[in-house]
């Protein structure tokens, strides 16, 4: 199945699913200027293989993890120009997601396993259909090997089936035509040879393979509806290619073939039978009334111009689908890392440890990484530095003490007895403790010397105010 992480499997499939109803809608609007029905036919079997061989090469690649370092998480995702279309995908989604391939895988084998029964059934109903048949007529045998000769078909049987609301054809390896045995006395020898002719030309082109092949294909690819759709158009396509094949442009055998054409669709109504699983000549009501008007309308011959330019017009639709469709892609990405804060703490440097998270305003789109991916440290900003600091600032600074040479008496409060055992070679020593804290004021004895020097000052004022008007007294 799908190889690599959950997104990448969502992604592959979305894509996937993208790519092939753009590949349908391309085939539609080429087969809508296409007149005809033999290469309408080759194109939607075209589209139907290439929506298999697709598949089938998206379930066998392996994909090989590249490891990438934990910054890419934080990666913008980038704005790749052309068809490629990126959505983010909430992290609480991860563990669903994680469930995912393996629940796919068993529903896919389920499904696949219940298809493949089905169409196992339906080819042993056919069988059983084959060998309930009755041999025909004498006559109906001659009819039927001239015409095989005539379109050079060998080892080709008829037999005649009760309730079989329509003509069909059954095996490639040895065909059979099978006839309702109900409705044959009722057509005349020419509208039993347009019949014959029309089952004859499935079994020279071997189509009753290609529908059982086209038919197995839809099943691998069951949960896309434009399989299903392509292979509907496909049959249609074939049993209009058929019809083309028998009337050849004649105006005349146009309106015995579609007279014949509802002769076995009243059978079929008054009957109410079911068709078998193969080649029917009136599989539905709906592929009846296609086949019938197709039969009715004339058919136009257009100019050399105007095939030209309807040529030239589906050319140009295929190529650029061509074109187009590789560069189609849908990823899926994380909305925001799947690596949770225990493990980024677990693979990160201790220096890495201490510096705080930084929260942002704005969540950035992120990608996913795989988880084998190496963890690598994360720079800190300025900001982170500057918050640092400011937290140690507010911590006591280491003093450095030093013995002065011109206090040969002074004793440093902070020296051990063990530094002084040592003496005073060294010049000053390095304390990682800190400095003391001042001691506290003495708030009565700054309140009696403030009281003092204001008596002070206020008796020497006065004292010089005395010996100026003295002063002046003796002046006069």
């Not at 002769?263 to 009136?282: C, V, W």
């Not at 990484?369 to 937290?391: F, K």
């Not at 403790?433 to 206020?458: E, F, H, R």
Request: proline share 8%.
């Amino acid at each position: 199945m799908l190889s690599g992480g959950p997104l990448a499997i969502v992604s592959t499939f979305l894509t996937y699913f993208v790519q092939i109803t753009l590949a349908y809608l391309a085939a539609s609007l080429a087969c809508a200027l296409i007149r005809s029905p033999r290469i309408r036919l080759r194109v939607w079997a075209a589209l139907l293989l290439f929506t298999v061989a697709r598949w089938l090469m998206l379930c066998t690649a392996t994909r090989t993890p590249v490891p990438a370092p934990l910054a890419a998480i934080a990666a913008q995702v980038p704005n790749t120009p052309g068809f490629d279309w990126s959505w983010p995908v909430m992290g609480s989604w991860a563990p669903y997601l994680a469930m995912l391939p393996l629940w796919w895988t068993r529903f896919y084998v389920a499904i696949l396993a219940i298809a493949l029964l089905r169409l196992f059934w339906t080819w042993l109903r056919v069988q059983s259909l084959l060998r309930s048949g009755d041999n025909p007529s004498p006559a109906l045998h001659a009819f039927f090997q001239d015409l095989c000769r005539e379109t050079n078909i060998r080892r080709c049987r008829i037999s005649l089936v009760a309730d079989l609301p329509s003509p069909a054809t059954a095996g490639w390896w040895r065909p059979r035509v099978l006839l309702p045995a109900e409705v044959v006395p009722q057509l005349s020898p020419t509208e039993l040879a347009h019949v014959l002719r029309h089952e004859l030309t499935h079994v020279r082109r071997r189509d009753y393979l290609w529908d059982l092949l086209a038919s197995f294909a839809c099943r691998l690819v069951f949960f896309h509806p434009a399989a299903w759709l392509a292979y509907r158009r496909l049959g249609w396509e074939r049993e209009l290619s058929c019809d083309q094949a028998v009337v050849q442009d004649s105006q005349e055998v146009r309106l015995q073939y579609a007279e014949c054409l509802a002769k076995f669709a009243r059978g079929r109504y008054m009957s109410g039978a079911h068709s078998p699983e193969g080649i029917g000549l009136a599989a539905s009501p709906s592929l009846l009334t296609t086949r019938v008007r197709a039969l009715l309308c004339e058919p136009s011959h257009p100019s050399i111009y105007g095939r030209l330019s309807r040529a030239c017009l589906s050319s140009a639709v295929v190529l650029l689908s061509l074109c187009i469709l590789p560069a189609v892609e849908l990823t899926l990405y994380w909305s925001a890392p799947l690596l949770s804060l225990s493990t980024r703490s677990r693979n990160a440097s201790p220096l890495t440890r201490t510096l705080p998270a930084r929260k942002t305003s704005q969540p950035h789109a992120l990608r996913s990484v795989p988880a084998s991916a190496p963890a690598q440290p994360e720079i800190a900003s300025p900001e982170t530095v500057s918050s640092i600091l400011t937290g140690l600032s507010a911590k006591p600074l280491p003093a450095f003490a030093t013995s002065s040479a011109s206090e040969p008496g002074a004793v440093n409060p902070k020296d051990t007895p063990a530094s002084t055992a040592q003496g005073g070679a060294s010049a000053g020593a390095w304390h990682e403790s800190p400095m003391p804290l001042a001691t506290a004021p003495n708030w009565q004895k700054l309140a009696t010397d403030a009281a003092t020097a204001g008596v002070a000052a206020i008796g020497q004022a006065s004292g010089e105010t005395q010996d100026g008007q003295s002063g002046q007294q003796g002046n006069h």
